[in-house]
T-cell receptor
Framework: GNSVTQMEGPVTLSEEAFLTINCTYTATGYPSLFWYVQYPGEGLQLLLKATKADDKGSNKGFEATYRKETTSFHLEKGSVQVSDSAVYFCALWEYNFNKFYFGSGTKLNVKP | DVKVTQSSRYLVKRTGEKVFLECVQDMDHENMFWYRQDPGLGLRLIYFSYDVKMKEKGDIPEGYSVSREKKERFSLILESASTNQTSMYLC??????????????FGPGTRLTVL
């Protein structure tokens, strides 16, 4: 079956530090992969996505590359800001099932 | 921009009450979803609908029902609320994709407390 596993949080970093949040997946077909972000008190917002192997999604300084060989979609940012503090969810969508599979979320705390 | 709205941000109900959570999207999306979000468990799919009057059970449908009478509106119903249904409820919508991808758009969430 399909599933998404992401690193447990919370992750605490100082401002301007490098961020990596690991995400690996299991899928029966050829999924699309997503990162969503949830700021305190809000719903989820799409951060970036990639639809096929070797695609790189990017937005707001965040990047993730779809790696089929390692079934991974790790989220990275070169220099985090306090305003990046949020919960980050990795997700996959597979056409045959027409539903999303979400990871459990990773909370990021960025300290000034 | 796609807009998904939910009828309440915060709701407090008593055990045994019937509770309605409403969700409306304005982009003519085919699919609509209800999730609950609990600490350490991430998002869990309760029900989804891919067309008017159609519904499919998700991973945790017990204790819930849904209604989709119009394309833009998807309601989640707790027939008899219980304390273990205290949670954040998130509605989402997506356009049916004919090819290879789809994106879900989320509402702001309703934090339900059942006393």
């Amino acid at each position: 079956g399909n599933s998404v596993t992401q690193m447990e949080g919370p992750v605490t970093l100082s401002e301007e530090a490098f961020l990596t949040i690991n995400c690996t997946y299991t899928a029966t077909g050829y999924p699309s992969l997503f990162w969503y972000v949830q700021y305190p008190g809000e719903g989820l917002q799409l951060l970036l996505k990639a639809t096929k192997a070797d695609d790189k999604g990017s937005n707001k300084g965040f990047e993730a590359t779809y790696r089929k060989e390692t079934t991974s979609f790790h989220l990275e940012k070169g220099s985090v800001q306090v305003s990046d503090s949020a919960v980050y969810f990795c997700a996959l969508w597979e056409y045959n099932f027409n539903k999303f599979y979400f990871g459990s979320g990773t909370k990021l705390n960025v300290k000034p | 921009d796609v807009k998904v709205t939910q009828s309440s941000r915060y709701l407090v109900k008593r055990t045994g009450e019937k509770v309605f959570l409403e969700c409306v999207q304005d982009m003519d999306h085919e699919n609509m979803f209800w999730y609950r979000q609990d600490p350490g468990l991430g998002l869990r799919l309760i029900y989804f609908s891919y067309d008017v009057k159609m519904k499919e059970k998700g991973d945790i449908p017990e204790g819930y029902s849904v209604s989709r009478e119009k394309k833009e509106r998807f309601s989640l119903i707790l027939e008899s609320a219980s304390t273990n249904q205290t949670s954040m409820y998130l509605c989402a919508s997506s356009l049916i994709a004919g090819a290879s991808t789809d994106t879900q758009y989320f509402g702001p969430g309703t934090r339900l407390t059942v006393l």
